[in-house]
């Protein structure tokens, strides 16, 4: 069975950090693009990063977290992470990891996790 | 960025009802749109891709049909089980863009 669980989340201060990791079990993580999608609270749902099967060469990011937030993987150890730097207020959201469908075409979010609610607020 | 705008935001409806909800792209995506189910507390759920193509397991009631920018979204008739927010999604372009969500409540 495919599962994806996120930790890390919680109350972060304006400025500082946080790491969130999704560790994924029943499939071959290295095998599978992932990503992180967030939810602010009441609010819709908005992508924030992408990084590529293997060894996760390929990186994207939303022009609201580029710069601040990092996406990467370690296969050995079955898991996604994103740290999280300069945090503002407007990051505080559940977090989900995503796995992308193994296709190129169609391609959309066929597992999420389960969320991780990270709080920014002084 | 492709921006998807959802429509309604809100919608009631008495079970056995016909819904539909529509989703604009502001530019042409073909058929690269995918619906997504999200119940509170819980994460989205993949209902249709490719914007008419029902996902394993998910009940013939759902279905979704458009190409370029106009899609639409019906659930033939509507249960109980149904009520959740619906968003869609389009994969033609990074940054993936969702729309803003469609609530739905039975009446």
């Known amino acids: 069975e495919v599962q994806l669980v996120e930790s890390g989340g919680g109350l972060g201060q304006p400025g500082g950090s946080l790491r969130l990791s999704c560790a994924a079990s029943g499939f071959s993580f290295s095998s599978y693009e992932m990503n992180w999608v967030r939810q602010a609270p009441g609010k819709g749902l908005e992508w924030v990063s992408y990084i590529s099967s293997g060894s996760g060469n390929t990186k994207y990011y939303a022009d609201s977290v580029k710069g601040r937030f990092t996406i990467s993987r370690d296969n050995a150890k079955n898991s996604l992470y994103l740290q999280m730097n300069s945090l503002r207020a407007e990051d505080t959201a559940v977090y989900y990891c995503?796995?992308?469908?193994?296709?190129?075409?169609?391609?959309?979010?066929?597992?999420w996790g389960q969320g991780s609610l990270v709080t920014v607020s002084s | 960025d492709i921006q998807m705008t959802q429509s309604p935001s809100s919608l009631s409806a008495s079970v056995g009802d016909r819904v539909t909800i529509t989703c604009q792209a502001s530019q042409d995506i073909r058929n690269y749109l995918n619906w997504y189910q999200q119940k509170p507390g819980k994460a989205p759920k993949l209902l249709i891709y490719d914007a008419s193509n029902l996902e394993t397991g998910v009940p013939s009631r759902f279905s979704g049909s458009g190409s370029g920018t106009e899609f639409t979204f019906t659930i033939s008739s509507l249960q109980p089980e149904d009520i959740a927010t619906y968003f869609c999604q389009q994969y033609d372009n990074l940054p993936y863009t969702f729309g803003q969500g469609t609530k739905l409540e039975i009446k």
């Open positions: 995503a796995r992308l469908v193994v296709t190129a075409i169609p391609r959309y979010f066929d597992y």
